[in-house]
């Protein structure tokens, strides 16, 4: 039955009966498959296969090679799905969905040298080109970053597809529901293939879902779907073929569940603990890919109506041609999975005599590059020494890199608070720069609940008098003005932040908000996942993105009032702006956004409406990384440290304490951006001998640990002590209690003790 669209509803879509025979005939005929085509396809599912079992091989543990394969071993006719889509579509991999890119195009070779981590290749450059993305490791995080780069398109008029591959395990990720929701709330023109090969390493489909097929959550979601017989190229095709048409045409996604089996292990280094039962591999291969096609292509129906004279001898020329005499090596358990019993035959040697072997070629070709690489420490060392410099060095986008004066109306603002700096450096970011774009929750139609994506009123009769009426609460929402690069999302800090790295790999810089820092942790694995791509990609592709953290103690309830830096401190290419000033509110966020890289700006709420000073706005001067330490107040006797908030208490703190003791004179460091400085804060510590570090989270694991650890580390510091090091954070406990948030935060008081007691000590 079909459900009125011509998609099939209720049952399994399916053209190749698993005997060869074709099930639909008008389908079949309306495919745009030529017989020269559906031969390329056969052997390219075989060379695969072939290259899948010698593979897993190689990675047996004994043989001490490779060091882990995971493979499709038994899914090839899912690959059939890129022949429906265009050069211009993007294909998104899990690790075991290495059969997508040769049948693009691409080499054997390049997936053989990611997996026998071959330090001498350059794989990348081959997958890019290919439009594939390089291969994912952690399962499902790549398929919301689908969503995001099909919105990219979308938003710049681009007509292209998405399609992210990935597992029935996949589909109890919360990525994968984050990548549904958004795709549908946005109509994101992604095609989701959900290869349903009924295992996640030992578990099965029962342990994933509650419905009878993940076509059914998917159309929960609103997403028309698709069931599909996973071991039919054709069926997949023309599913394909139909979910990219629905995509571009209706502006919608389009899921696709493929169901088969997987005939290898989940990995070459987590086997088949417990032996699946016999009966259930033989019905498997009985309903195998190749097999069947196989059968169709020897059919009198291919023969008379398409002119496809294929015979045994056929099929045996063409497996021999692909993998020659390691047919012969492979075991009889292994040879079986090739599903002919003619393999088994010694009379079938005499096809193999004079004949190469180009997928045994590849093989050997890379295992010896491979086996050359890791004799070679220097070259080990020369990529880490590069991957470390990739993530130190500053990266602005071109864009910026001589960006011009603008002239700003007004450009300077008397008394401006730090939530107006925020609002103009988003304003003035898409102003100049259309590709910025800003997403979270509640910051398009009411400006965000700290009126932050919004300008001020008296700033809108000056700049935009023409949107005076659309003024809500005194606040305009700059997507009043700039509709197209501002939307809210669902309430999802995994999504946003996922999302919003899809967007940047499709040449978008997304400014991202959570309401508050707390619920932060919820998107730590995106976040890293953020951090990690530009590795990832050898910084060939830029990744920006800015990440807004309104944070710090205050008088909120739980998780509302949270300052997390040091959870991020460990973490390779992160960049934290913490600006103090309403100069550096504007200035920084404007820098975050010239920048190549991921930055994480945290705005402290209880300086948002308290703090005023005038504001000059101006272009980015220099990269976020420069910011680096601000020098507040000069000073000989004692340093002092702090971020955010804190600096402004450190600030009272020390002219009490100068007060008090006639005669000190203490030096202040603002921390604008970690990673730190380590020159400034060394060479002012060796200058006055003494060191308090103050800051918002606790003392153990806190900022303050880094730079104590800093300055002990250093020679020229330590030689310089003259008392011990202060640290002062909030307690080791959770803000539960709004009335008692003052205790949670180190005041100008204790700041005042701890500078006093340092400079007494004797």
């Known amino acids: 039955t079909t459900n009125g669209d011509g998609f099939m509803a209720g049952e399994m879509f399916q053209i190749l009966r698993p005997d060869g025979a074709i099930r639909d005939k008008a389908v079949f005929k309306n495919l745009g498959l030529s017989a020269e085509e559906k031969i390329k396809l056969y052997r390219m599912m075989a060379a695969i296969r072939i290259y899948c079992i010698r593979a897993e091989d190689e990675a047996q543990p004994f043989k001490d090679r490779m060091t882990l394969f995971i493979g499709p071993l038994g899914e090839e006719a899912v690959a059939a799905s890129v022949l429906a889509l265009f050069p211009k579509d993007k294909k998104y991999t899990y690790g075991r969905y290495h059969d997508i890119h040769p049948m693009c195009g691409g080499q054997i070779s390049t997936v053989l040298d990611i997996f026998y981590e071959n330090l001498n290749a350059d794989p990348l450059a081959d997958l890019l080109a290919k439009k594939v993305s390089p291969f994912y490791v952690s399962v499902g995080s790549h398929v919301p970053h689908a969503v995001g780069d099909a919105l990219a398109g979308k938003l710049s008029g681009k007509s292209y597809v998405t399609v992210p591959y990935f597992g029935d395990g996949a589909m109890s990720r919360t990525d994968v529901h984050s990548a549904l929701n958004f795709a549908a709330v946005f109509g994101a023109p992604t095609i989701f293939v959900c290869r349903n090969n009924a295992f996640a390493i030992s578990e099965t489909n029962e342990l994933q879902k509650k419905t009878k097929t993940f076509v059914e959550r998917a159309e929960g979601y609103g997403i028309k779907s698709m069931l599909v017989d996973g071991n039919d190229p054709f069926a997949v095709y023309e599913a394909t073929k139909r979910a990219r048409k629905h995509c571009l045409e209706q502006g919608a996604p389009f899921f696709i569940e493929t169901v088969g089996y997987r005939l290898g292990p989940h990995t070459t280094k987590v086997y088949q603990i417990r032996p699946r039962p016999q009966e259930e591999i033989e019905r498997a291969i009985l309903n195998d890919c190749l097999r069947r096609f196989r059968a169709y292509l020897m059919s009198r129906e291919a023969k008379e109506e398409e002119g496809i004279e294929w015979t045994d001898d056929s099929d045996k020329e063409l497996y021999f041609s692909l993998g020659g005499k390691l047919l012969f090596s492979l075991s009889p358990a292994r040879k079986h999975l090739l599903g002919f019993d003619w393999l088994r035959e010694e009379s079938g040697r005499k096809f193999y005599e004079g004949m190469g072997s180009p997928v045994g070629e590849i093989i050997e070709a890379s295992k010896k590059s491979f086996e050359g690489a890791t004799q070679s420490l220097e070259r080990a060392q020369e990529l880490v020494g590069h991957f470390v410099e990739g993530h130190r060095t500053p990266r602005t986008g071109e864009l910026y890199k001589n960006i011009p004066q603008t002239d700003f109306n007004p450009e300077t603002l008397a008394e401006a608070e730090p939530r107006d700096a925020i609002g103009l450096a988003l304003y003035d970011s898409i102003s100049f720069d259309k590709s910025v774009v800003l997403i979270g929750e509640d910051v398009g139609d009411i400006g965000g609940v700290m009126r932050t994506t919004a300008l001020d009123k008296s700033h809108v009769e000056k700049m935009l008098p023409e949107f005076k009426e659309r003024i809500l609460v005194g606040y305009l929402p700059i997507k009043e003005k700039f509709p197209r690069n501002v939307f809210d999302t669902p309430l999802d800090e995994s999504g946003i932040v996922a999302i919003g790295l899809g967007l940047a790999l499709a040449g978008m810089r997304p400014g991202m908000e959570f309401q508050f820092d707390g619920f932060n942790g919820i998107a730590y694995h995106q976040i890293e996942e953020f951090l990690r791509m530009p590795q990832r990609l050898d910084w060939r592709v830029p990744v920006p993105g800015v990440l807004r953290f309104p944070c710090g103690v205050n008088k909120a309830i739980e998780y509302h009032q949270t300052t997390s830096i040091p959870r991020f401190m460990n973490l390779p290419g992160v960049i934290m702006a913490i600006p103090s000033t309403v100069q550096d509110f504007y200035d920084m966020l404007r820098a975050a956004f010239a920048s190549d890289k991921l930055v994480l700006v945290f705005e402290h709420l209880g300086l948002l409406k308290t703090l005023r000073e005038n504001l000059i706005r101006r272009n980015p001067w220099q990269p976020i990384e420069a910011f680096g330490t601000r020098k507040v107040k000069e000073g000989n006797d004692i340093t002092v ?90 307690p080791g406990a959770y803000q539960l209690h709004s009335r008692i948030y003052k205790y949670y935060s180190p005041t100008a008081e204790q700041i005042k003790q701890a500078i006093l007691k340092s400079v007494d000590f004797k």
């Open 641 to 730: 440290t702090a971020y955010g908030k804190l600096v402004h208490e450190c600030v009272k703190a020390v002219e009490e304490a100068e007060k008090e003791r006639s005669g000190i004179s203490v030096e202040i460091l603002d921390i604008r951006v970690l990673p730190f400085s380590e020159e400034q804060l060394v060479n002012s510590v060796a200058k006055t001998g003494r060191l308090v570090c103050v800051a918002e989270e606790p003392v153990f694991g806190g900022t303050a640990a880094e730079l104590a650890s800093e300055v002990f580390a250093n020679e020229t510091s330590f030689g310089s002590l003259r008392s011990p090091l202060i640290r002062l954070g909030s």
